[in-house]
């Protein structure tokens, strides 16, 4: 059961910055389809299975946020990955803010997957 939630739950990450990157691009270019429902609607639905899944994954490894390190730096790295993804897409008034944000959340997304991946907070920064 675990490789089929981790796989799961991999998958949702590839499709959910799949998605973030193509929203991304049609906001540079000013594309009317990132005010399509769908486009609005199916991210919500990918990164909710990715939550559940991740939730499903700490609980499975015994790994919580405050109690593993690693843990704690993917949580607060979410956060800002959120906040930085939401000023990129919605929030920024110009399209130099919007970009920036963008690029930073996309670094910010690098650094969560190098720490999923070596267990160790600093992740590519090490």
Do not use: N
């Not at 991304?24 to 399509?36: A, E, F, Q, V």
Request: hydrophobic share 60%; glycine share 6%; with cysteine.
């Amino acid at each position: 059961m675990y490789y089929a939630l981790k796989h799961l739950h991999v998958s949702c990450v590839v499709l959910s910055v799949a998605g973030f990157l193509l929203r991304g691009l049609w906001m540079i270019s000013g594309s009317p389809l990132l005010k399509h429902r769908f486009t609005r609607v199916l991210p919500h639905v990918i990164d909710s299975v990715l939550l559940l899944s991740a939730i499903a994954l700490a609980v499975m490894i015994a790994q919580y946020p405050f109690a593993a390190d690693w843990v704690t730096a993917k949580v607060l790295g979410l956060l800002a990955y959120i906040g930085l993804g939401t000023v990129a897409l919605k929030r920024g008034r110009t399209l130099t803010v919007r970009v920036s944000a963008f690029i930073a959340a996309l670094l910010v997304y690098a650094w969560i997957a190098s720490v999923a991946m070596t267990k160790q907070i600093a992740g590519f920064l090490a």
